[in-house]
Nanobody
Framework: QVQVMESGGGLVQIGGSLRLSCAAS????????VGWFRQAPGKEREKVSC????????YIAYSVKDRFTISADNAKNTVYLQMNSLKPEDTAIYYC????????????????WGQGTQVTVTS
């Protein structure tokens, strides 16, 4: 069964860093795109990053450009989101999910969502 599980969230100060992990099971990172999304209370879910290893595709949202980096460890079947220079507006629940495409789709076409991990940036 295709499944992902997020971890690595926490409470950080403005300017701090976190590395989120998305552990994949039931598939390899060569088979699907893996996206990172976030959702703050009262706001729509936002795609922040995505990777499709087999197509050498990465996506990063403009809102986190130059601060967040997506990477993958194929041997560990894990996708990471390195988050630096964190801002209060980065506070959200962060999810990963999968898609069979090329990272171009929005969140509505992703599936097999993880449970999410909370990121809170203090002001």
């Amino acid at each position: 069964q295709v499944q992902v599980m997020e971890s690595g969230g926490g409470l950080v100060q403005i300017g701090g860093s976190l590395r989120l992990s998305c552990a994949a099971s039931g598939f390899t990172l060569e088979e699907y795109a893996v996206g990172w999304f976030r959702q703050a209370p009262g706001k729509e879910r936002e795609k922040v990053s995505c990777i499709r290893l087999s197509a050498n595709i990465t996506y990063i949202a403009y809102s986190v450009k130059d601060r967040f980096t997506i990477s993958a460890d194929n041997a560990k079947n894990t996708v990471y989101l390195q988050m630096n220079s964190l801002k209060p507006e980065d506070t959200a629940i962060y999810y990963c999910a999968v898609d069979e495409g090329d990272c171009s789709a929005g969140y509505k076409l992703f599936g097999s969502w993880g449970q999410g991990t909370q990121v809170t940036v203090t002001s």
